[in-house]
């Protein structure tokens, strides 16, 4: 199983990224997904979640800035992450379950102007 994140940059405040979580190995379609940051000297916090069934859950600090989502054709998923923020700035993971726990590689997001 392999997971692989991308779409991280630097972006303005304000602004948008979308990162993407390409799978191998497991199908993201009918897994159990989440989305993770880490910032500098801070602990991996949950961002956003997406259950098997489609149900989503997101942290205080993104609800109705960031959407998760996923492509069962493409096996792919993804965090729509709008009104970015210079605190938003972490490296991002993606995870997902079936029968266990996988992660992705991160991927860098700065928000800085």
């Known amino acids: 199983v392999q997971l692989q994140a991308s779409g991280g940059g630097l972006v303005q405040p304000g602004g948008s990224l979308r990162l993407s979580c390409a799978a191998s190995?497991?199908?993201?379609?009918?897994?159990?997904m989440e989305w993770y940051r880490q910032a500098p000297g801070n602990q991996r916090e949950l961002v956003a979640a997406i259950t098997s069934g489609g149900s989503t859950n997101y942290a205080d600090s993104v609800k109705d800035r960031f959407t998760i989502s996923r492509d069962g054709a493409k096996n792919m998923g993804y965090l729509q992450m709008n009104s970015l923020k210079p605190e938003d700035t972490a490296v991002y993971y993606c995870y997902a379950v079936f029968l266990r726990g996988y992660w992705g590689q991160g991927t860098q997001v700065t928000v800085s102007s």
């Open positions: 190995g497991i199908l993201l379609g009918v897994s159990h």
